[in-house]
């Protein structure tokens, strides 16, 4: 499957974005989809995942309760809501999909990634 993420820009602390994150090909329900981000000079870290199964979602410690995961299988679309944005939350923001993965899976087991987009918090 291949991702293209967007919805990335420049917002002040405290505001919103919405980030997405469509999927071509088939079986989309299927898969796992997960974000990650990676800010300069940092590791790639988790975000959020979705699994394709129950619907369950998952969150870091960093954004529960700031941002949410959807997804829309009709549209082969996952979204990213972010509010209550803060300075810390800048950094590149990549989608990624596993196949048929059950769970939480780690960074590694994501089979497609996303070319990425930009998220910048200013204070």
């Known amino acids: 499957v291949q991702l293209q993420a967007s919805g990335g820009g420049l917002v002040q602390a405290g505001g919103s974005l919405r980030l997405s994150c469509a999927a071509s090909?088939?079986?989309?329900?299927?898969?796992?989809m997960g974000w990650f981000r990676q800010a300069p000079g940092k590791e790639r870290e988790f975000v959020a995942s979705?699994?394709?199964?129950?619907?369950?979602?998952y969150y870091a410690d960093s954004v529960k309760g700031r941002f949410t995961i959807a997804r829309d299988n009709a549209k082969n679309t996952v979204y990213l809501q972010m509010n209550s944005l803060k300075p810390e939350d800048t950094a590149v923001y990549y989608c990624a999909a596993a196949a048929g993965v059950l769970g939480n899976p780690p960074a590694g087991w994501y089979d497609s990634w996303g070319q990425g987009t930009l998220v910048t918090v200013s204070s």
């Open positions: 979705s699994t394709w199964t129950s619907g369950r979602t």
């Open positions: 090909g088939h079986s989309f329900s299927t898969y796992t």
